[in-house]
């Protein structure tokens, strides 16, 4: 805008110099703010849906359509930190989606407004490691804006760090203050091969920290519409000393398939239908049951009357659906001849 357009265009008394020092004010106010002051409420002024952190126009008619709506954390409404972008690798916010994300200390929340109606919600989030690696366990309290309404039926869901951090040099470890792993390989930080430098360079412990992220699924407590606001909120008695959210893919989840007639379910061999607890025995032992002559086995024969199997089941699989309630899924591949192999599965929901 030329000068003479910024007079043109300043209200009757009050100079455009006024107005542009006054726009100063308020986009420095948005860059603080964007740039990570805590304890400065960021309000959501709309919900801004985003995939992959840019704008779903940018990727219309790509890739599946999956029936998730992403928000990111950064984009929505938090009293916590929001982390400056930066691309920069071993930083959370060179790990997040969109180089930025939310980090809460106890007592904080991010909080998303629907956009169109939502039963579950996947959160991508980062807790810190134990001082010696191998994770922590921490809380995070998921409820709903309802109604007028704050936090309505809140759940609170354990996050856990134990699947992620890793540390330093190929193949990586999961301990903290390990040295370096190769010595003797070239590295960035010093421009160097430390092993075979003089004097040996000093190495910053963790080294390389990486791999912050995991991903945790929450099934609502009811449907909810576009309009309501899922918080997250760190208790405030939280043993971790912050928790970051990165991004959240709201979904409207079906209910559970149908059990089909004669099929087996992983439960009734033992599998946590929470999914909190190791089931991979359970799993196997389902899978056991057609080779023993066991219900799978009908299934088989029921689902392929023409195909009747001549020898138990060679081979089984078995797979979690991607979303909750997760579906445990049994795949058995029998021999019907000497020369042909077909393939029945057995699905049912484990909740
Ligand atoms: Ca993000």
New binding site residues.
Partial sequence: MSLRNRSAASAPGRPWRTRAATALVIAAALATTAYGVTNVTRAQASPRVTVA?IDPSLVAGRGAQLGIVEQ???NATTNGTILPFDPSAYTLSGE??????VKLTPGQYVAFKLTQRANAITIRYAIPDAPNGGGIDAPLTVGVDHNGRENTHPQTITLTSKYSWLYNQYPFTNDPNADLLHPDWWITECSCVPAFTTPPPSITKPFRPMHFYDEQRVQLHNTYQAGDVVRLTMPADANAAWTVI??VDLQQIADPAPRPEGSVSVTEFGADPNGMRDSADAFDRAMKAPVAGGRSSKAIRSRSPHRRPTAPCTRVSASMASTPPMAGVITCTCRTSPSRATSASASTPIR
Avoid: I
């Fill in positions: 952190a990111e954390a950064e997040a989606s969109g180089r930025q994300a990165d991004l």
